[in-house]
Each structure stands twice: as C-alpha cells, then as structure tokens.
C-alpha cells in the first residue's frame, strides 16, 4: 500500500512538473525576465553555458516560492492580529477506533497510509470547529497550523491560536484555566484520567522497561518527559 501510494503521488508530481516545463508563458513568467537575466549572468561570469531557465511557481506545493509565499502571509496576520496566544500540538495516534476498526484482518496501522489521513483530516476539523466556532478555549481571531509527518509516518499538526483582546491570558488564573499537568480526577472523569495516563505521561523505562523506545546505552533519552 505504501509503495503504490508512493508511486501514485510521484507520477503526480511529475505530471505537474511537466505541465509547468511546457507552460511558462501561460505563467506570466515574463514577469522574471530581470530573475533570468541575472542567472545567465553568473554563469557567463563563470564560463558555463546556461541552461533553460524554468520557473517554479508559489502553486507548486512545497517549492521554495510557495514557502515564502506562505511565510509571508503568516506575518501578515501577526502584523494585523498581533502575536499568537497559544501553541496546540495535536498527533495521530495509530489506536484511535476510527482506524483499528476499519483494518483488514492482518493490518496495522502503519500499512494504511490513506485510512490514517483520513481519519486524521476528520478529528483535525473537529478540534479546529471546537477551537474557532465553539470557543472552548476563548473567541479566536486569527490561527494558523502547518502539518508534518513524524518519523513513523503519523501525521502531526502545530497549530497557533491569537485570542480576541477580552480573552487574553495575563494572569496564572488565565493559564490554569487553560493548561493542566495533574492527572484528572478518576472518580469525576474516569475516561479522561485513562486517555491522560495512556497518551500524556512518559515510560515506564529506565530500570522498570530498559528496551522502551526512548533508551540508549541504557539511559533514558527523554529526561525532561513527565
């Protein structure tokens, strides 16, 4: 399933890329005339034979002018909205029911990258429609989130949060009200003292399990994990 996913989006790609080759001028790429200019400068200067020069543009997800592009756009709205409030980790986790229940006998998560996007792309809307339209946390005037894949293949989502002026944190009690690192009460909320003890607290390792994850050379790297 990974190697034909793979395949599929590298043909993709490709298609893209053949598409922008053969459409410049449909691009406007006249526009970097000055940009192409330049660069058969320096290679004259350097005694090597320019090539055709190509633009890759901002639509090209992941080209260099589409990071900047969006690098741009996001200081804008810190410049408009102000600096961000909050910082909201939120990452896939292989044993939501979502995704165990709809395996095929002899699959593990890991062998379903499609069903993990899915169901991923389905909880992340739901946490931003809890986040901006419910205002759990307070009203939000502006966020903004990228989303990365870890080194086992989940994906993991970094979201920033700019609260409206009356629901800005500027005391202990605004933060306490928000952040919490103590176990909730089991008798008053069992399943979230269960989803806390089972997600949010690190190890065991250490003597207790020395081939945890987090162990090398018999030390736990991880130290500062609660």
């Known amino acids: 399933m990974q190697q034909c996913v793979v395949d599929s989006y590298v043909k993709v790609e490709g298609n893209r890329l053949n598409f922008i080759r053969h459409n410049?001028?449909?691009l406007r790429v006249e526009s970097y005339l000055g940009l192409a200019d330049?660069?058969?400068a320096l290679a004259s200067e350097a005694g090597v034979r320019p090539g055709v020069t190509l633009i890759l543009p901002s639509s090209f997800k992941g080209s260099p002018r589409e990071m900047q592009q969006n690098f741009q756009d996001v200081m804008s709205i810190v410049r408009d909205f102000g600096?961000?409030?909050l910082f909201l980790t939120f990452t896939c986790n292989p044993k939501w029911n979502e995704?165990?229940?709809?395996l095929f006998p002899g699959q593990k998560p890991h062998d379903r990258p499609d069903l993990i996007a899915r169901v991923f792309g389905i909880k992340k809307k739901a946490l931003l429609q809890n986040l901006k339209k419910n205002g759990i946390l307070g009203r939000i005037v502006a966020d903004i989130h990228v989303i990365e894949l870890q080194k086992r293949g989940l994906p993991h989502m970094h979201l920033l949060l700019i609260l409206a002026y009356e629901d800005k944190i500027r005391d202990p009690e605004s933060i306490d009200r928000i952040v919490s690192a103590e176990l909730p009460d089991e008798a008053l909320d069992s399943r979230l003292h269960e989803i806390v003890k089972a997600t949010m607290i690190h190890g065991p390792c250490g003597v207790l399990n020395p081939y945890s994850p987090c162990m090398a050379d018999g030390i736990c790297t991880k130290?500062?994990?609660i």
């Open 223 to 225: 130290p500062q994990a």
């Open 83 to 85: 600096k961000p409030d």
């Open 99 to 102: 995704i165990k229940q709809n």
């Open 24 to 26: 410049q001028r449909a």
């Open 38 to 40: 330049h660069i058969n």
